[in-house]
């Protein structure tokens, strides 16, 4: 299976980066203001008929392009469902559940409405872990079965797709969220091939910053080579920098973005 799937986080007033989602500059780069955010759905609009969702995949006969919101920010409900839902689309929104209720964050109520107005509602752990490819088996697995259990009593359905938060991918992040129930995990590979591990259906996604051009936004959301190759390239010159850096990679990081 191809699919294009592209990764947002947050979309905020103007100039108020910490209305939504977590904290700190280190998250602030995944944050649009919301006229950028608008930008970047008007030119998809003109690329594609409308993104599709997980569920319709096995009925789907040309590549499909998705859109996923990570860490479960207040702005999915504020802004980002009524904007998707101007144009018919639906996403895909994966929440941090130890962060439910809490400021800037869904509350349980906003998730159900979510899930009642169609959209997909999926795991992004309970803890959002730095570095989850890191983190034991046991670890693993209660990051994976306590978050579904959560969500699922929340909307009074099983849940069973899931975001890997972070970017730290491993073949035990998938067996692991396999176990848990998860037959849709994305991750934040720049990828639009998928595979799958123990029956989980794995898929890479395109990570959407500030500042990126929707005209670029578009391209990926069309399928177009180059911009996919040049975010591929970047993926893993910075893959190489966190394998080789560990904890003080997230360290300096955090140092930078703060500066």
């Known amino acids: 299976m191809r699919v294009v799937s592209l990764l947002y986080h947050d979309v905020v007033p103007t100039g108020d980066f910490e209305s939504s989602g977590f904290p700190g500059g280190d998250a602030a780069i995944y944050k649009l203001e919301r006229p950028e955010f608008e930008q970047h759905l008007n030119a998809i609009r003109a690329v594609i008929s409308r993104p599709a969702t997980v569920r319709e995949l096995p009925n789907l006969q040309t590549r499909p392009t998705l859109l996923t919101f990570d860490d479960g920010g207040s702005s999915?409900?504020?802004?980002?469902?009524?904007?998707?839902?101007?144009?018919?689309?639906?996403?895909?929104?994966?929440?941090?559940?130890?962060?439910?209720g809490q400021r800037g964050f869904l509350t349980a109520a906003q998730i159900r409405d979510l899930r009642i107005r169609g959209h997909l509602i999926g795991s992004h752990s309970c803890s959002h872990p730095p570095r989850m490819s890191y983190c034991s088996r046991n670890e693993l697995l209660e990051e994976w079965n306590n978050s579904v259990a959560v969500l699922s009593d929340v909307l009074g359905e099983q849940v069973d797709q899931a975001s890997v938060p972070g970017g730290y991918y491993g073949r035990r992040v998938a067996e692991s969220a396999a176990e848990a129930g998860i037959q849709t995990l994305f991750t934040s590979e720049p990828r639009i091939s998928s595979h799958v591990v123990n029956g989980c259906n794995v898929l890479g996604r395109y990570t959407i910053r500030q500042r990126i051009p929707a005209s670029t936004v578009a391209a990926i959301a069309a399928g177009k080579i180059a911009p996919r190759l040049t975010q591929l390239t970047y993926w893993n010159v910075k893959k190489i920098a966190k394998m080789a850096g560990g904890t003080s990679w997230l360290r300096m990081r955090k140092w930078l973005l703060a500066k």
């Open 76 to 100: 999915a409900h504020t802004y980002i469902a009524d904007l998707l839902e101007r144009l018919g689309w639906r996403g895909h929104f994966f929440v941090t559940t130890n962060w439910i």
